[in-house]
């Protein structure tokens, strides 16, 4: 029997608490600031990236509570990301519920009454300063951790090295590639190159997941270990495959836990495995009703149905379900030298729900 839906949300019930009993956005003013520093962190999600942090700490027999703080900063780092992300991707929604700028600038009209420039102004604004103090929360997370004594100050000194001198590089240089794919003729941008950024958008925050989490459990102060390399393999080759399974969804996804704009890929004309296999394999008259359609912000869902179809008899979906396939393969079998116990197991089966996930 499976033991990933039960210890996922019995970890997303452990992190849900310990966010909520924070009193960091009682720091924060206005208001309205304070309750969005908050709003991200407190809706939910599927909470992956803490729960690789205290599962790599017990592959290795430490213990969960000690990891915890580990596990809040990894949580809290991935969502001042998504704060900056959906400013500049223009997301009006998040989990279902308002983005942070789009929650601020209906803030800002009711209250003040201004023009929609302004209130738009006001959104985006405060939304830059709420994942600011997001990321301010996990260096006061781990500070916190450190005068508790659940990580030692040379753990404190190498995790947020390792944030600001690897994970916060590679994260926004590839948020930054992906942005700048929106400039470039996708023709002239290759698979290579988008996997690259990937790596860095999604592969960089999952492999300091596992990673910390064994530098943890394994009691040391530097990431030189040949078993973190082995768990640092697992998490770029799933999280490659997550995000595949990511940009599928988002093309295909019909359940209402998706809690994003279905079809947004294709009218924001984004750079994806699957739409760059798309393009390389349709016949002319479709390559053509594929390129009209991308970045079309006004495709209907008719229009978007022939883009599915497309991306299908095209062969694009077949082979992008069957990379992603291929790198959850190649994702555990880097995890044949760790420790053969439960906590390896929900790696296994967690790669696994990487790419069948339907949300």
């Not at 909520?20 to 520093?37: M, Q, T, Y």
């Not at 709420?130 to 951790?145: F, I």
């Not at 929106?182 to 988008?194: G, T």
């Not at 008719?302 to 299908?312: C, G, H, M, N, Q």
Request: charged letters at 25%.
């Amino acid at each position: 029997m499976s033991l990933l839906g039960p210890e996922l949300a019995t970890t997303a019930a452990q992190v849900d608490a310990v966010l909520a009993a924070s009193d960091f956005s009682r720091l924060v003013s206005p208001a309205c600031l304070a309750r969005e520093v908050a709003a991200y962190p407190a809706n939910g999600g599927k909470r992956l990236r803490p729960a690789l942090v205290l599962w790599t700490s017990q592959l290795f027999g430490g213990e969960r509570d000690k990891a915890m703080p580990a596990a809040l900063a990894a949580e809290l780092t991935h969502t001042w990301t998504l704060v900056h992300d959906d400013i500049i991707d223009g997301d009006r929604t998040r989990r279902g519920k308002p983005s942070s700028h789009a929650a601020l600038e209906a803030h800002a009209a009711a209250i003040f009454d201004c023009s929609d420039p302004a209130a738009a102004r006001y959104g985006l604004s405060f939304g830059l300063l709420t994942g600011d103090l997001q990321q301010a929360w996990v260096l006061r997370t781990l500070t916190t951790a450190v005068r508790e004594e659940k990580i030692s100050a040379s753990q404190f000194v190498a995790i947020t090295e390792r944030l600001a001198g690897k994970v916060y590089p590679e994260l926004l240089s590839g948020e930054a590639i992906d942005v700048e794919f929106e400039y470039r003729e996708l023709a002239n941008i290759s698979e290579a190159e988008i996997l690259a950024m990937l790596h860095g958008k999604t592969g960089s925050l999952l492999e300091f997941c596992v990673q910390t989490g064994g530098l943890l459990g394994l009691g040391l102060d530097h990431y030189d270990e040949p078993r973190l390399k082995a768990l640092g393999i697992w998490a770029i080759k799933a999280g490659l495959a997550f995000q595949l399974r990511d940009d599928i969804l988002g093309v295909y996804a019909d359940s209402p836990e998706w809690g994003k704009p279905v079809g947004a890929d294709i009218r924001s004309a984004k750079a994806t495995v699957l739409i760059r296999r798309a393009l390389d394999a349709a016949n002319s008259a479709d390559q053509g009703f594929l390129l009209d359609c991308l970045g079309n912000s006004s495709l209907t869902h008719a229009e978007l149905d022939e883009v599915r179809e497309i991306l299908k008899r095209s062969g694009a979906l077949a082979s992008t379900e069957e990379l992603a396939r291929q790198l959850c393969l190649e994702a555990n079998d880097a995890l044949c030298c760790l420790p053969d116990n439960s906590w390896r197991q929900l790696l296994f089966e967690l790669a696994e729900y990487f790419i069948k996930r339907t949300h």
